[in-house]
């Protein structure tokens, strides 16, 4: 070719009406476009199909609907293919591309409305209640068989007018010995000296301290029961346990006598163990009470006699002690053993049944 030919063809070229340099470039792209477009859309269909028929979960659907047909997805993706599109072709490239959101959307909408309602199906299925199952059988505990007869105790003497006070486990020696009449050389000292905390502290072995407590802090008349653990020096056996459990009496006033102890023991006796019991006193020693006695019962028709507390009346050392004056105010005071009284009322032969925690013992109270 001359140069002369290729300059004219350059320029020929060069010189052509823009309009038809336009759409002879233009024609064949058209054309590709649409069928390209086609295709795309084929591939698309085909890839939700799959992903919907996968998709076994509400979530993961989501997850995919978004991907295809979020704001910044892959449909919309496809619809910038528009701008490109010629003119005269835009329309059924609009129709295409809406056929494909709408069938989209709709293929989206029915695959949920499916998954939610057997995921619901599934859910009430899971936690559907068969209520003709027998259910499930929380078993009941109830109180310890001391603390009952404690109770029952309490309440006996609270209908009586007295009150409940309680005081420490661990007593100075002057509670435990000295305000009760019971001075550092005297042997009766022996028969209570337990656990000692330190030099003048110790386990108390009886709740007679009590009794010194509340005096010390209310004129009389004072009308209590003392509840509470005690320890003892003593080796466990049958009808021995190192701790155990006391409740006290105090009854403090003007005039009482013998005579009123025995008539509240004989109310006690009848509410705790039933009618037809008899009761006597022997004479026994406790240095905080003058004159002392042993109180026993007989069960009606039984041959021997149970002893069930000591007892006496509150010696004038011990109102001195706490600040009463003994001409003025009298009183009576007993120990019992609520173990004691519950192994007499049950006929329980055995202390240590208590504290075993044998479920099968603690299950017949
Ligand atoms: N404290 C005595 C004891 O433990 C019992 C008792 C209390 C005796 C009150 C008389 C008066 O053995």
Redesign the pocket.
Known sequence: MSRASLRRSFETTRGKPLVNEKSDRYTPRQMSDLTDLGKRIADLNGEMARGLAEASDVQTLERFRVEYLGRKGRIAQLFRVLAEVAPDDKREAGRLLNELKDGATSAFEERAARLTSSELQERLLRESVDVTLPGVCRPFGHLHPLTQVQREIESIFMRMGFDVATGPEIETEYYNFEALNIPADHPARADWDTFYISDTTLLRP?T?PVQIHVMESTPPPVRIICPGRCYRRDAQDATHSPVFH?I?LLWVEEGLSLANLKYVLELFTREFFGEGYLMRFSGDF?P??EP?VQVHIKAPGAAGWMEIM???MVDPAVLTAVGYDPECVSGF???LGIERMAMLKYGIDDIRAFLTNDLRFIRQF
Request: charged share 5%; proline share 0%; glycine share 22%.
């Open positions: 009886h007679s006391q006290e406790f905080f009470t002392s000591g007892a006496g005071a007993f120990g």
